[in-house]
């Protein structure tokens, strides 16, 4: 099993956190991961993305350039990344914030509003929550019990009520992945 993963959107939305989590996750499950984020100069605000392996074997380089699944979370991610995107790959959009439509048709593509989804639970910050939820559910590459329980270890300082939303975040992205 292996799942290359490209995760973009503006810095802020929790991207680099969220490619750490799912990272995390992999560590869980017995799996071997890596995990390189690329925000450069633009920092809050600007295009941040990263870069997530999850694999039973060894890992020999952290850079995907040819991804399994790409999810973006802004606008400007959808024509950056979508050329990247394997052949029969997947591709997750954030359906609240891109009204591009993807070019290729040869890729699976999931539209999903996590922004949306996110005010409905009553935080905009756990819209990329939403997104691995979704991810999880198309992908299995790692399930939505393993993320919640990577939560603890990746946001420690995270209140116990912010580990429900989160989870409960998790999972509305997962139905909407249906």
């Known amino acids: 099993?292996?799942?290359?993963?490209?995760?973009?959107?503006?810095?802020?939305?929790?991207?680099?956190?969220?490619?750490?989590?799912?990272?995390q996750a992999g560590l869980i499950d017995g799996k071997k991961v890596s995990w390189l984020p690329s925000y450069g100069p633009e920092m809050r605000g600007g295009t941040a993305n990263c870069s997530v392996v999850i694999a039973s074997d060894e890992v020999y380089t952290p850079i995907v350039t040819a991804p399994d699944t790409v999810i973006v979370m802004n606008e400007p991610?959808?024509?950056?990344?979508?050329?990247?995107?394997?052949k029969d790959?997947?591709?997750?959009?954030?359906?609240?914030?891109?009204n591009?439509?993807?070019?290729?048709?040869?890729?699976?593509?999931?539209?999903?509003p996590?922004?949306?989804?996110?005010?409905?639970?009553?935080?905009?910050?756990v819209a990329?929550?939403?997104?691995?939820?979704?991810f999880a559910k198309?992908?299995?590459a790692v399930s939505i019990d393993t993320i919640a329980s990577a939560m603890k270890a990746v946001f420690k300082r995270a209140k116990p009520e912010m580990l429900e939303l989160n989870k409960?975040?998790?999972?509305?992205?997962?139905?909407?992945a249906d």
């Open 1 to 23: 099993m292996y799942q290359g993963i490209r995760i973009s959107g503006f810095g802020g939305q929790g991207v680099v956190s969220a490619g750490i989590l799912l990272a």
């Open 100 to 112: 591009s439509k993807p070019k290729r048709t040869d890729i699976k593509v999931i539209y999903v």
């Open 138 to 140: 198309a992908t299995g």
């Open 89 to 98: 790959g997947l591709l997750i959009i954030n359906s609240s914030l891109i």
């Open 114 to 125: 996590c922004n949306e989804i996110a005010e409905k639970l009553g935080s905009l910050k």
């Open 77 to 86: 991610s959808l024509p950056k990344f979508e050329p990247l995107l394997k």
């Open 128 to 134: 990329t929550l939403v997104a691995m939820g979704a």
């Open 168 to 176: 409960k975040a998790l999972e509305e992205g997962a139905k909407a």
